[in-house]
């Protein structure tokens, strides 16, 4: 009787889980990096100052105010300008790795249109749009 | 000698621990003003090890470490809750992103089907997230214990799918594929190593799962508890997918979900770095060591204990939204 084979693999799960995988990996590194950085040298919000307004329980309003001496939270990609900063680098990374998945869907949109997904190609898009939108800061939390 | 990732791993965190402590005790004995009695450079290496210890008694006990932390830091630490769960989502993120690989590369992993329920899980997550920022923003004091006392209940009804989830069915049979499942075409086949043969499997009722991806997605948006506990039932119970491909599929899918979750936490500044990286680094570490110690160690001792801590933690949670109301 002839041994059988393992199936193919959907090369499109491949490219999202390699890219994906690559990139968070990357961002944990580059956080890693923006944490010593911090540790040394101090960053934007003042480390000790973080520290006793996360634990007293401070909003996050509170922690920016009294931290880094702005009137409230810096939204969206704050760190961009912040970059002689350790704290800012760490929080690229933290970006870098959330933007592994985003990515990572576009490559995987490539992979499914390559392979001729059919309909799956349409719910990749949708998804990788969605992504895209959030990543750029146009959905945001309004208060 | 070939050094295994996790030595690598365990060698760089020690290097940095000796590098930081050693710059960073001169620093630690200056500050006046320091919470718990710790320095910044003590606090992070703190909430490395305990998020380590979390993230190897989640795997071993089977659930996420997002499902975990969230619950545990904001029953048991004075951390702004919309501060917990942006971290906890990241968390949740972190830690499937890094795990999907080697499920999608063997196939384990059924991209059309991720693809699939991507679509209302990520719209719903941020969803859910915006509604948090709402509830935060619009209801104040109230809010904040509502989001307690229902984080409370449903940690305590997770704890209970675990204690009596055994109902899990590793090759379910499909009798009958409905017509809007045939037409998506979810069908697919993986290799199963413990058998050494083809695995073809079908799913079923997409409709209903489709509507139980909204609801997965608005709770993991809104509480920053990765989903995984209730996306392995909707994939295994309800669209009867085999219970290996449920669990690959639905760490695959936090990944997509969460990531879309999280960015507008970040875009609001609820991220930290002091914190989320401290957290970030000791679950991926914690999910790395707890994935190779399952075959070594009794998982029924940890499934356990972690039934108990989410009990308790639940309860707590509970008990604290109930005060506030």
Redesign the interface.
């Known amino acids: 009787m002839e041994k ?4 193919e ?2 090369v ?3 490219i ?3 890219i ?2 690559r990139i ?2 990357l961002g ?1 590194l580059i ?2 990096v ?3 950085i ?3 040298s101090n ?1 934007y ?1 003042d ?2 100052c ?3 307004q ?8 509170t ?2 105010s009294e931290c880094a001496g702005v009137s409230a ?4 990609h ?1 760190y961009f300008s912040m970059l002689s900063h350790g ?1 800012a680098i ?2 690229l ?3 870098v ?2 933007s ?3 990515l ?2 576009w490559g ?1 949109l490539i992979g ?1 249109v390559r392979s001729k ?4 190609i349409i ?2 898009l ?2 990788a749009i ?2 895209t939108l ?2 750029v ?1 146009l ?5 | 000698m070939r050094l295994s990732k996790l030595s690598i791993a365990a060698a760089i965190v020690l290097a940095i621990t000796i590098f930081l402590f050693s710059s960073g005790i001169g620093y630690a004995a200056d500050s006046a003003d320091q919470s718990m009695g710790l320095s910044p450079v003590a606090f992070f290496f703190v909430f490395v090890a305990i998020c380590t210890l979390i993230g190897i008694v989640a795997v071993l006990g089977g659930v996420g470490g997002g499902v975990v932390f969230t619950p545990l830091m904001m029953g048991f630490t004075p951390i702004d809750s919309f501060i917990i769960r942006a971290t906890g989502l990241v968390v949740a993120m972190a830690g499937s992103l890094i795990a999907a690989r080697p499920f999608l590369r063997r196939g384990l992993a059924n991209i059309k089907l991720l693809f699939f329920a991507a679509v209302p899980y990520t719209i719903f997550a941020v969803v859910g997230a915006l509604l948090a920022g709402y509830v935060k923003a619009s209801a104040g004091e109230f809010g904040e214990a509502l989001i307690r006392l229902i984080l409370g209940v449903l940690v305590i009804f997770i704890a209970l799918l675990i204690l009596f989830g055994g109902k899990k069915v590793e090759y379910p049979e499909v009798k009958k594929v409905d017509g809007f499942t045939q037409r998506l075409g979810l069908a697919m086949s993986y290799w199963e190593q413990s058998m050494g043969k083809v695995v073809n499997y079908k799913v079923t009722r997409s409709p209903v799962g489709i509507f139980l991806f909204c609801a997965c997605g608005v709770v993991s948006g809104m509480f920053g508890v990765g989903a995984g506990w209730a996306m392995v039932p909707v994939f295994n119970l309800v669209m009867l997918a085999p219970l290996k491909v449920a669990a690959a599929s639905s760490k695959v899918l936090i990944g997509m979900g969460d990531t879309a979750a999280v960015w507008p936490y970040i875009m609001r500044g609820g991220i930290f770095p002091l914190f989320a990286v401290a957290c970030i680094i000791g679950v991926v570490i914690g999910t790395s060591i707890g994935a190779r110690l399952m075959f070594k160690v009794k998982a029924q001792f940890i499934r356990w204990m972690i039934i108990l801590v989410m009990i308790g933690a639940g309860v707590k949670l509970a008990i604290d939204g109930i005060e506030m109301l």
């Open positions: 059988e084979k393992p199936p693999v959907p499109t799960g491949v999202y889980g390699e994906a995988y968070a990996l944990i956080s890693i923006g944490i010593i911090y540790m040394i960053g919000l480390r000790t973080t520290l006793n996360l634990w007293s329980g401070a909003s996050v309003d922690i920016w939270a810096l939204e969206g704050w704290d760490a929080m990374g933290i970006s790795t959330c592994a998945a985003v990572g869907m995987g499914m997904g059919g309909m799956y719910f990749a949708i998804v969605i992504l959030c990543a800061g959905v945001v939390i309004k208060e």
